[in-house]
């Protein structure tokens, strides 16, 4: 699946790499689409910087929205990885 990049007009096609996300209401990361792991609702600031709440996430989904934060408030998803 590729994700157009609006911000710079690049085609973000298939990961090569991943870190684990802790969700936190202050730390900023580098702008990743998300896997999660164990659903939930999660929180999130998108690279436009949007705060959105996606509801009942399901286990194994990936979060096709580019976040640069997770937070911990309002967040119930749970193994959460950034994509890059």
């Known amino acids: 699946m590729k994700l157009e990049d609006k911000t710079n007009n690049n085609i973000i096609s298939q990961a090569v790499d991943g870190f684990d996300i802790t969700p936190s209401d202050t730390t900023v990361f580098q702008a990743a689409p998300l896997y999660i792991g164990t659903g939930g609702d999660i929180k999130v600031v998108t690279r436009g910087g949007t705060t959105l709440t996606f509801t009942n996430t399901q286990d194994g989904s990936i979060l096709p929205v580019i ?14 990885i950034g994509l890059i």
């Open 67 to 80: 976040c640069t934060k997770v937070f911990s408030t309002d967040t119930t998803a749970d193994d959460i």
